[in-house]
């Protein structure tokens, strides 16, 4: 009698979980996007591409923040790379397409002027996909309803490589 109570403990639990393994699950279901994309779709423009770091450039200590578009000049040829961009404007549709009007070779070379976006790791990351299916993941460093900030690294020819941040405005 003792021994009873346990096995028909264990079928419980047996029976329990074939229960649970049994019932259909709905996969159809796509997991809502978050508010994020709301923020993040539609048309922007470029307001100007900054140092997200302190950096020395010249033998000068330049502060974070401080513009790459006005530092150009000084730059030679690889500061004409970022004066195209000035006039830059980004379209990220609800349909997750994206299409930019200006250059791009130098600020984005991989993503290019179109392909798809996404938000991934935790909506942290804004992932660009160009045409051919190359990823080029950018940081976002902040957004909201007029503003759009992502971080991007740049190799500037004959200077260095710099982390920036592409500063976008609605």
């Given at each position: 009698?003792?021994?009873?109570?346990?096995?028909?403990?264990?079928?419980?639990l047996a029976a329990g979980q074939l229960l649970m393994a049994s019932?259909?699950?709905?996969?159809?279901?796509?997991p809502d996007k978050s508010a994020?994309?709301?923020?993040v779709?539609?048309?922007?423009?470029?307001?100007?591409?900054?140092?997200?770091?302190?950096?020395k450039l010249g033998g000068q200590n330049i502060p974070a923040g401080t513009s790459?578009?006005?530092?150009a000049p000084l730059l030679g040829?690889?500061?004409?790379?970022?004066?195209?961009?000035?006039?830059?404007?980004?379209q990220f549709g609800a349909d997750g397409k994206f299409n930019i009007k200006g250059c791009t070779d130098l600020i984005l070379p991989t993503a290019g002027n179109a392909g798809t976006w996404k938000l991934d790791v935790h909506d942290a990351v804004f992932l660009l996909t160009n045409q051919k299916g190359n990823n080029d993941p950018h940081w976002i460093e902040n957004v909201s309803d007029s503003t759009?900030?992502?971080s991007i690294t740049v190799t500037i020819p004959g200077v260095a490589t710099a982390p920036l941040v592409l500063k976008l405005k609605k």
């Open positions: 009698m003792r021994n009873s109570i346990p096995v028909k403990a264990l079928a419980l019932c259909k699950k709905s996969q159809d279901a796509a994020k994309y709301g923020l779709a539609g048309n922007w423009q470029q307001k100007d591409i900054v140092f997200a770091v302190p950096v790459i578009i006005k530092l040829q690889a500061g004409a790379l970022f004066t195209c961009t000035t006039n830059n404007t980004y759009l900030d992502l």
